[in-house]
Nanobody
Framework: QARVVESGGGLVQPGGSLRLSCICSGSIFSIYAMRWYRQAPGRQRELVAAITRGGGSDTADSVKGRFIVSGDTAKDRVYLQMNSLKHKNTAKYFC??????????WGQGIQVAVSS
């Protein structure tokens, strides 16, 4: 069973920055994609950003220009640089590792709180 661990969350002021990290270990399968999701209370979990094995990356329109995703599936890690943070970005952020076509695994999530 693969292990997926997020780090780098915490409390930040509006307009500030935070960098999330996700590391995957223990899987016998190669990684097709690594994705960041977030979920705020009462809201649906949403895709924020992703990297793929072929070198592609993307961020959701809602965070484009403020959030930057980077990493390397071959090194089993992905990062999310979050800039110009807003109150509405407060959520629990999850890392999802996609072993397509061999399934996937979720991290436990990490809290990001944007508050004055």
């Amino acid at each position: 069973q693969a292990r997926v661990v997020e780090s780098g969350g915490g409390l930040v002021q509006p307009g500030g920055s935070l960098r999330l990290s996700c590391i995957c270990s223990g899987s016998i399968f190669s990684i097709y994609a690594m994705r960041w999701y977030r979920q705020a209370p009462g809201r649906q979990r949403e895709l924020v950003a992703a990297i793929t094995r072929g070198g592609g990356s993307d961020t959701a329109d809602s965070v484009k220009g403020r959030f930057i995703v980077s990493g390397d599936t071959a090194k089993d890690r992905v990062y999310l640089q979050m800039n110009s943070l807003k109150h509405k970005n407060t959520a629990k952020y999850f890392c999802n590792v996609d072993f397509h076509p061999m399934g996937g695994e979720w991290g436990q999530g990490i809290q990001v709180a944007v508050s004055s």
